[in-house]
């Protein structure tokens, strides 16, 4: 039996993990997936990225977990790869499923197509709270391309504004790229929330994991929730020693 | 019930839609497939790009049709990009199956590797009336790559010389690139007509399109024949609202 | 009936190919999996890229095959493009399985990244005799990648050190690439031994081959192992007229 922490992406909450959980525990693993702080509902959104991972190594501590295999989803590998910082004799194994693998020294929106960032400074300026809320057409095309609308349409509801100061910290990465934990890619091969080529995320992102597994599957960036029992069997592959 | 005008690539007619239209009508969805102006065994030659573009603009109009899904598939990706240029209101939605997206004031043979042009380009001043044909060897291996030696045979036969003048011909398409009319991109993942990497079709091609569906699935350049069911569905996936 | 010799990679044996033989027999096919020089277990390490060659040259000879379909898996690419150069009448066609195809003058450590020719140098110096062990965590996660630990450990022992020298020469290919024996790429989607990208074997090493026929499967570097059903299917799709 493998122990499994999930961390969400921008514009989630640990509930997105939901069906993924249940095809994990169908097949006798343990998973959990708490939400990052300052994500998800009628919380309140000033968090940065320090508050992000601190959020997620205090879940772990708490419940003491270890052996863990930490799983990043999109914005969350930015956090996994912190949290592994703090906690690393916890971690057995880190994956990214289609997520973040930054450059020592640089944010998230270091990392993004410039129209990107565009959009997303202007959207953060106007949204009074330094807040940055997923346009549904963005959201329906290039991040739900897999899905019909109803669904797209559902997903959406789900959604909830993204702080937009944990993707704008440059971060330290020095001691994680001195790690040695093992680690795992699974990338989804329709996935276009960055566009493929030369921005995208295989292999622009998971060639910085220097010996890494790399595991793949059908499917856009929210296979989460296109995909939960597909993304559950690739989790155990890339998670198994 | 989705409306759905299918324009062919080059060396073919309106027929080669034949079975994928069957599977569609099998989905309760309504195609037309229009022979490009000056494609098909037996008619003349003399056309140029405008000549294709107005013979299925006149195609919409004289049908009467709106709401119109319009698919081009390899050379007819050039076509539908004029086509939404003339009759914007009738298009709900443009889907390229592995088609020319081309940069603004380009032609086709600008897109291609030198090695192509200039077997098209000597193949056509042989020709004697400004065409080119398809040589079987390329199009066994790099168009049929996924069939085996006698459907490549008999999907040969079906094949017509190509008029060369539209492929050559400088597209202004300014007002495409402004036009918000939503696109997909359907992307065969075995298509080597265009030789997969620096000159492949995607990204490249489809990266032109701004914010587009990804859309991929198994097969060559030909699923049109190799495999009309899995291409029907692959339609509905990119067409859809 | 198709007639296929199978030339196997570096660390393997022709026994690698037994179970992929079983299934190509099973659909009617004659397949031949010969040792290259100076490979298996308990063997004579000490030769060169012209004894490897030659091997498999007296092995085709020998047996008085023709119209063969030949295929090089890894190195094994390295062979056969050696092979056909010696005895083109005999061969029907090439087909590489992320295969190596080397630049004329080139030898296999120029083609790799410099991380690997490191460390394999430094492998061969201490080894004593001028080979090379595959270290069992890139065995593990860049090459078994689609395997459970169970099978990544029992194919690791089927394995034997790489006499190093045959990867440093530099082979002249002049005549190889003058040929127009009709050729195959067999890519597996999820192979990154090579990793996925700028070092990636396709469309890297497969853009070489000029005009050929690309064939894609799902798996690692070692489907021989993960996939021989599948695998005999890719090499018949390959090697049909």
């Known amino acids: 039996m493998g122990i499994y922490v999930l961390v ?39 968090v940065n990225h320090a508050d992000c991972t601190k959020s997620i190594v205090d879940f772990i501590v708490e419940k003491g977990l270890s052996d863990v ?5 999109s914005f969350g590998g930015t956090i996994i790869s912190k949290v592994v910082e703090a906690i690393p004799d916890r971690i057995k194994r880190l994956v990214y499923l289609n997520g973040f693998v930054l450059a020592d ?6 990392e993004v197509p410039p129209f990107y960032t565009a959009l997303f400074d202007r959207l953060s300026q106007e949204s009074g709270d330094n807040t940055v809320m997923m346009p549904f057409p963005i959201w329906r095309e290039a991040f739900m391309n897999d899905a019909d609308l109803a669904m797209a349409k559902w997903t959406y509801a789900q959604l909830s504004p993204e702080p937009y100061q944990p993707t704008k910290d ?7 790229y001195k790690l040695e934990t093992p680690r795992s890619y699974i990338n989804c091969t329709e996935d276009a929330a960055l566009p493929q080529g030369e921005w995208g995320w295989h292999p622009r992102m998971s060639s910085r994991l220097g ?17 939960p029992k597909g993304l559950a069997e690739k989790i155990i592959e890339a998670g198994r020693d």
Chains 1, 2, 3 share one sequence.
Not at 24 to 34: G, I, N, S, V, Y
Not at 69 to 73: K, Y
Not at 211 to 227: A, K, S
């Open 69 to 73: 295999v930490l799983l990043g989803h």
């Open 105 to 110: 020294g640089h944010s998230l929106t270091d």
């Open 170 to 176: 440059k971060l330290d990465l020095k001691k994680f």
């Open 211 to 227: 010996l890494f597994r790399l595991v793949q599957m059908p499917g856009g960036h929210e296979v989460i929730y296109t995909n």
């Open 8 to 46: 969400h992406g921008s514009w989630h909450d640990g509930a997105a993990w939901n069906s993924t959980i249940r095809e994990l525990e169908h097949r006798r693993e343990k998973a959990f997936a708490p939400t990052v702080a300052g994500h998800g509902k009628g919380v309140g959104k000033d």
